[in-house]
């Protein structure tokens, strides 16, 4: 059984489109998350939920809006894309605070 | 400025060679530590956590150890199947999310 899932795992897709990614974690875990990786591997935290409720909101666009509708649940949106959005986005999930990270294999996104 | 740094940025090794990957961070009042392993197209996989200076914990060929100041992940007798980027990440006190360093990529060659 997959833990933490997310659809699609590849997206291609031109500038100025609007795109989602879906995530789901059979876990039971109250925490998720949304991480960007870039080209050079760094992982960095972009939202986090707790119980279906925003907890973190790191500098990001306007332009990305996170969807939770229930707590297995962390959708991502993302409208106008440009370039600089291709990279790799991870869904992860975790038991709560100070608690190991559960991961997604990741969607990698390329605008063209 | 980073509060996680790891060296090295990539790590070639022959089969059988042991080495270690080290993790500095620069967080007062450490909450936790965590060592996760990545395999190309994949997402990050959990190995460990550490919470005090002084504790170790094992996995098969790896152990990982925890100073005040870093943490060391070390690979005994590695094989090409360990090879992979590993990443650490810490955890600091009135945080609720774990910043992660910029991984060691680490190829084993058989």
């Known amino acids: 059984d997959t833990a933490v899932s997310q659809t699609p795992k590849y997206l291609v897709t031109q500038m100025g489109n609007d795109k989602s990614i879906k995530c789901e974690q059979n876990l039971g875990h109250d925490t998720m998350y949304w991480y960007k990786q870039d080209s050079k591997k760094f992982l960095k935290i972009m939202f986090s939920?707790?119980?279906?409720?925003?907890?973190i909101n790191e500098t990001v666009p306007n332009r990305f809006s996170p969807k939770s509708p229930d707590k297995a649940h962390l959708n991502l949106h993302i409208n106008s894309l440009e370039l600089g959005d291709s990279a790799v986005y991870f869904c992860?999930?975790?038991?709560?605070?100070?608690?190991?990270?559960?991961f997604g294999n990741g969607t990698r996104l390329t605008v063209t | 400025e980073d509060q996680v740094t790891q060296s090295p940025e990539a790590l070639r090794l022959q089969e059988g060679e042991s080495s270690s990957l080290n993790c500095s961070y620069t967080?007062?009042?450490?909450?936790?530590l965590f060592w996760y392993r990545q395999d190309p197209g994949k997402g990050p996989e959990f190995l460990f956590t550490?919470?005090?200076a002084g504790e170790e914990k094992e996995k098969e060929r790896l152990k990982a150890t925890l100073t005040k100041k870093e943490s060391f992940l070390h690979i005994t007798a590695p094989k090409p199947e360990d090879s992979a980027t590993y990443l650490c990440?810490?955890?600091?006190?009135?945080?609720?999310?774990?910043?992660f360093g910029r991984g060691t990529s680490l190829i084993v060659h058989p």
């Open positions: 939920y707790n119980n279906k409720e925003l907890i």
């Open positions: 550490l919470y005090s």
């Open positions: 967080v007062s009042g450490l909450r936790g």
């Open positions: 990440a810490v955890q600091a006190p009135g945080s609720y999310i774990p910043t």
């Open positions: 992860a999930s975790s038991q709560g605070n100070n608690s190991p990270l559960h």
